[in-house]
């Protein structure tokens, strides 16, 4: 058996809702930057057993049929030392207390919730009011990476890229050293490496077999995930990233044959909604590929071409955007802003160029994304 990857409970799996509306509307609200403004207000620690009912009878009463719940899961102390050295150099958060600082919410070192926010059991409790409410709870699923101190780069070497022919030395800053082995650092093909992070090896069948039991524990209490950088994990871009790196690791029992070239969402999507038949996959995606991620099982995918043209004011480019099939732009993700972005306000700073953006944005087809402080 593999090693444990969170506590959350499965054998109580959640009721379906019913089906969604055509144009359903998401909030994003960052758990750790709610959590530390209540805290404030309350003069302890917040949990989320604190968040008001006001609050998600509010979201509720707007017409929200979906909260995503961004960075609930627990992270590391190195993630978190890397913040508290931006804090320091980072312009953009010069005047934040360190209280404030924490680790990336995608480099996870365990699919169970962080201690300060509650545990497992608030995140329950929360998911149930929000569920009163008919509204959906979405976490995230980090596909392609874990945090760089995370277990497994001890316990399960095997799960995780190596340097084996010296790939670190023609990529010096694209590994590090541990346990006498080169870890390759999580990427995507096109993108500097995140340093706080380890990249999984999809080769490897029982990484596969792990995140897909990662998915089973969230469908067992959540309604949804909205997956990172999801087109990473498809075999196209795995092979042109890693190439002879996903190998199973010599001298380990491993399907290597029939696993380094299957793919892994169509997998993972059909068996989580066996469990969990109403549960939503929402993916992170860029590069053109909303198309093969929506074939292989995802519900929706971010349109962040739609936003670009948005922003640069491209009127032409907007509408053949908006005169595609409509039932691929009905799972498009349509968005002014997530945490990702720039706040729209700063980006669009012509107010009749950012209500017209606003406009639409949310009377598009699609999923309708809002991140919290936009409402304001």
Known sequence: GGPPLGTLKTTQLVMPLGPLPKRPL???????VMLHELSGLLGRPATLDDIQDAQLDELAKTGYHMVYLLGVWKTGEFGLNKSKKLLAQDPCMSGFPESAVGSSPFAITDYAVADDLGGDQALERLCGRIRSRCMRVIVDFVPNHVAIDHA???????YLVQSRHGEHLRDPGGYFAANERMFAYGRGLLWEPWEDTVQLNYGEPEVRQAMLSVLKKIAGICDGVRCDVAMLVEQELLQSTWGNQLLPE????????????????????????????????????????????????????YDKVFYDRLVLGDGEGVDALLNLDRGYQDKLVRFLENHDEDRAANVLPNVDQHMAAAVLTLTSPGLHFVHDGQQT
């Open 26 to 32: 998401l909030m994003q609200l960052n758990a750790r």
């Open 152 to 158: 497994w780069v001890t316990t399960h070497p095997h």
């Open 250 to 301: 010599p001298g380990l029992k491993a399907l290597a044959s029939q696993q380094v070239n299957s793919e892994f969402w169509p997998t993972a999507c059909s068996k989580t909604r066996q469990l969990n038949p109403s549960f939503v996959f929402i993916a992170e995606s860029y590069w053109e590929r909303e198309k093969p991620l929506m074939d292989k099982g995802f519900d929706f995918c």
